[in-house]
């Protein structure tokens, strides 16, 4: 089984400044990982994805997200964040195998700051 | 292409009475989940269909939730009678394949308050 930690239930941040979201995971087995967002009143939309290769992702609106197998973590990160990026991010986990259901986080709640 | 309706968006109903979710996946997509999040805590996979059948229903978290999807188009969950516990943001998602690798197309939710 697999189990994901975001240990950050809320960051606020002012606009324009960079911003790590943080995402640990828990697993027995090799992983596939997600970052899904969820902006007010839509429902989750994926941001970007690592399955294999490159352990460095990207999203078309500026966010990445890198694996570090060594401290199972993978966390989002922006250079430079908008008013528009206020929403709440999910990390989400499945193994590469096996079982196709992910496993969510609890959801980081993002606040840009004008 | 439209993307995956739920309704109601909020439902409000008193301990004990009965409530359906729909849920109408993205036209195509043979594969149908329910999340549910409770208020601050992880979404929680609830079941998985595949056209009409139940694929995964190791997530439903107890007999007075019962879940259909007559045909492979739309689904209903029913929580009958509804508990306290029951509160929280219900998910539908949709996929075209199981393994979902390109993700989900999730709805967006329904607000279930029980009182």
């Known amino acids: 089984a697999q189990s994901v930690t975001q240990l950050d239930s809320q960051v606020p941040v002012f606009e324009e400044a960079p911003v790590e979201l943080r995402c640990n995971y828990s697993s027995s087995v090799s992983v596939y990982l997600f970052w899904y967002v969820q902006y007010p009143n839509q429902g989750l939309q994926l941001l970007l994805k690592?399955?294999?290769?490159?352990?460095l992702v990207e999203s078309i609106n500026g966010f990445e997200a890198e694996f570090n197998k060594s401290q199972t973590s993978f966390h989002l990160r922006k250079p430079s964040v908008h008013i528009s990026d206020t929403a709440e991010y999910f990390c989400?986990?499945?193994?590469?195998?096996?079982?196709?259901?992910?496993?969510f986080g609890r959801g980081t709640s993002l606040i840009v700051h004008p | 292409e439209a993307g995956v309706t739920q309704f109601p968006s909020h439902s409000v109903i008193e301990k004990g009475q009965t409530v359906t979710l729909r849920c109408d996946p993205i036209?195509?997509?043979?594969?149908l989940y329910w999340y549910r999040r409770v208020m601050g805590k992880e979404i929680k996979f609830l079941l998985h269909f595949v056209k009409e059948s139940k694929q995964d229903e190791s997530g439903m978290p107890n007999n007075r939730f019962l879940a259909e999807r007559t045909g492979g188009t739309y689904s209903t969950l029913k929580v009958q009678p509804a508990e306290l516990e029951d509160s929280g943001v219900y998910f539908c998602a949709s996929s075209q394949d199981r393994t979902a690798l390109y993700g989900y197309t999730f709805g967006s939710g329904t607000r279930l308050t029980v009182v």
């Open positions: 036209s195509g997509h043979d594969n």
């Open positions: 690592y399955l294999s290769g490159s352990t």
């Open positions: 989400a986990v499945r193994a590469s195998g096996g079982s196709y259901i992910p496993t």
